[in-house]
């Protein structure tokens, strides 16, 4: 862990702030998953794009497409009544995981495929990143609404720009991050308290709306090969999601984990319309 007197260079590069406390405002996993089966359809699809089996042992089975296939531990937090945040690594290979928001009264999915950077593209050159890829981090994460067990479904997770302009506290219990919703294309994270105090960065996401007050963020970190995704629910003013990260001073050391806060709205700007 980062100690005081350690400079925004050592707490960037190492990344330790992160690795212990930020589950301890997270819901409680849930095994209500267990024992069952889903198949995840796009839009007219004949093949699912991925099928699931969830057995009494705390484990997933999942196909893609019927081509690519593997077993791995899932956690699942139940983040309102119907609705689970699911989350895995890979086995085979822990740059990637699979994220889920499953809604099933309405048959309704969101489907993430989360891969981290290998070797040479996982450094922080930035400038070099962006002329070769166009792209600020070097984290990819694909986005897929789909319906569970059919192929017809309601529009689940919309993009939109509710957040803008909302500037929100994120207590994980071991430190503090406030969000700022700059815009549609990046946010600012700034450490406020905990081992990590001091450090921020202004990094690309997206924001779904998923139910009323219930929104989906995903970022991918420009400095660090980094992948956050985390539900908002400004009803009970929790948050529950999962971090993705490779180590910079080790390389090949993946953490993957659950991750939940107590949120605070502290403020809201409006940004009017100007004329020149």
Known sequence: MATVGSTLEELYLAYDFCDEGLDQNRGPTTTALSGTSYQLFGSKATVPELSLDFDAEGTVSWCRRSQVSGKAPYSAVEVRPGTFFVDWLSVDDHRLSVSLVLRRSDGSAVLMWNQLPYGEHAKPNLSERIRSTHDLSAARVDVHNLGINATSMVKFAEPTSDLVG????????????????????????????????????VDPYRQFRVDDNLYLLVWR??????????????????????????????PGTVVNYLVGAQLTLLNETSYQATTA
């Not at 600012?188 to 308290?193: I, T």
């Not at 003013?237 to 080790?250: A, D, F, I, P, Q």
Request: glycine share 10%; with cysteine.
């Open 166 to 201: 909302k500037r929100v506290l994120c207590s994980y219990g071991s430190g503090s991050f406030e969000h700022v919703y700059l815009n549609q294309d990046v946010f600012c994270w700034h450490c406020v308290a905990g081992a990590g105090a001091g450090a921020a960065d």
């Open 221 to 250: 970190e420009k400095i660090a090969p980094a992948i956050g995704i985390v539900l908002l629910d400004f009803d009970c003013m929790r948050s529950n999601g999962k971090l993705h990260y490779e180590k910079l001073t080790k």
